[in-house]
Every structure is written in C-alpha cells, then in structure tokens.
C-alpha cells in the first residue's frame, strides 16, 4: 500500500528549461511534505519542503506546490541545469513526535545541455 | 555543525553471515535516528526507528534488528543474512525538538549478499 507514489519513473529535459516533478499522496493525515535529491552511491539531500498550511515554497530555483485538496504536490525547477540531473524522492509526514518520512519511489531527472 | 557517520561504505557478505552496520551522529543530542533500506525500483523503505536509548521501533517485519546502546549511535544488525538483504542502507537522523525538521541522512553502505 503505496501512500507517496511518484508514478513517473524518469524525465528528461532539456537545460534551462523548467522540470517538473508530479508526487501524489493518500493519507490525509500528512501535513509536511519534502524533496530530496540523491546521487548514486550517496545519501539522499533535503531540498526543499512544504508545510501544510502553506501552497507554495520557493527556494531559488526550486518551488514545491501543493494541492491538498487533490493530495498532490510537485517541485519545479527553473531553469534546470545538467548538475540537477539526480533521482527526487517525494517524502510526507503526519509531522508526529516519533514518526517517520514516508518516501516515493522516486523519479530519475536527465537533464541533457 | 551537526555531522552524521555511516559504515562501511560498501560490503560483501555470503549468505548465512552475520551483519552490523554502525552509525553515529555529532553535533546534536537526543535525535530521533533511522535505518532505511532502497532496494531496486522500490524506492526509501523505513526499517526502523528510535526517539531514544534502547527504544527501536520496527517497521518492516524481517531478518533484521537495530539497536541504539548510546544517544549517537544506531546499529543494524543481522543474525543470518539472506540473498533478498541485498540494498542500499541507508542512516538518517532528525532533531523534532525544532518542529518540522528534515530527516539527514548518512552516505549510505552497500550490501551485497552472495
């Protein structure tokens, strides 16, 4: 029972134009959503998160949106560069004491120069 | 700052053996620390977690165990190790004192299991 889904395995863009990252959940408990970056053979890295409260989160060249209502957030990323080319893992939580990030498989970025 | 350590960094094992994965954290008192696991095509899996000494909360039921004998330290260990434990492990740490915060994560170790 997938509750963070990514249901694009892969994306590619071409630099300097926008990526976009689609992540939709199903537990309506969650109220704080995050994106993480991850190069092979390393941890992923916190990038950008959004509380519930709030609909947009900009961060340079990262914005997370989230739509509670459909239960679906995504990270733009404008304009890409060939250095974003990492798998973004969408992460949620119901933000409790002892609980843990509930992560999507994740969505390979190729950005090509 | 606060720093996370995981090791080995890679590792081989045969079927059968046993496994200790060990993890620490500077920096910061009382985290929150994790074990997650991706597998191939599966994404972040949480093993397990613990809000303090010696309390471990397990997510995923299987071979697996972890346990926490100082604030800073986590360790993941196995009795026996299965082909299926092969993955990248993953160690990550979070301070809840500060509200929403971030998990932070450690450089991982790969496991292969032959």
């Known amino acids: 029972d997938q509750q963070v889904k990514q249901n694009s395995p892969s994306l590619s863009v071409q630099e300097g134009r926008i990526s976009i990252l689609n992540c939709d959940y199903t537990n309506s408990m969650f109220d704080y959503f995050l994106w993480y970056k991850k190069y092979p053979a390393e941890g992923p890295t916190f990038l950008i998160s959004i509380s519930s409260i709030k609909d947009k989160n900009e961060d340079g060249r990262f914005t997370v949106f989230l739509n509670k209502s459909a239960k679906h957030l995504s990270l733009h990323i404008v304009p890409s560069q060939p250095g974003d080319s990492a798998v973004y893992f969408c992460a949620a939580s119901p933000n409790q004491a002892g609980t843990a990030l509930i992560f999507g498989k994740g969505t390979t970025l190729s950005v090509s120069s | 700052s606060q720093t996370i350590h995981q090791w080995p960094a890679t590792l081989v094992q045969p079927v059968g053996s046993p496994l200790s994965l060990e993890c620490t954290v500077e920096?910061?008192?009382?985290?929150?620390l994790y074990w997650y696991r991706q597998a191939a095509g599966r994404g972040l899996q949480l093993l397990f977690y613990s809000v303090g000494i010696g309390q471990i909360s397990s997510e995923v039921p299987q071979n697996l165990s972890a346990s926490r004998p100082q604030d800073r330290q986590f360790i993941l260990s196995s009795k026996k190790l299965l082909l299926s434990d092969s993955g990248f492990y993953l160690c990550?740490?979070?301070?809840?004192?500060?509200?929403?915060?971030?998990?932070?994560f450690g450089n991982g170790t790969r496991l292969t299991v032959t």
């Open positions: 990550a740490w979070t301070d809840l004192r500060t509200g929403n915060s971030p998990l932070h």
């Open positions: 920096g910061t008192s009382n985290p929150n």
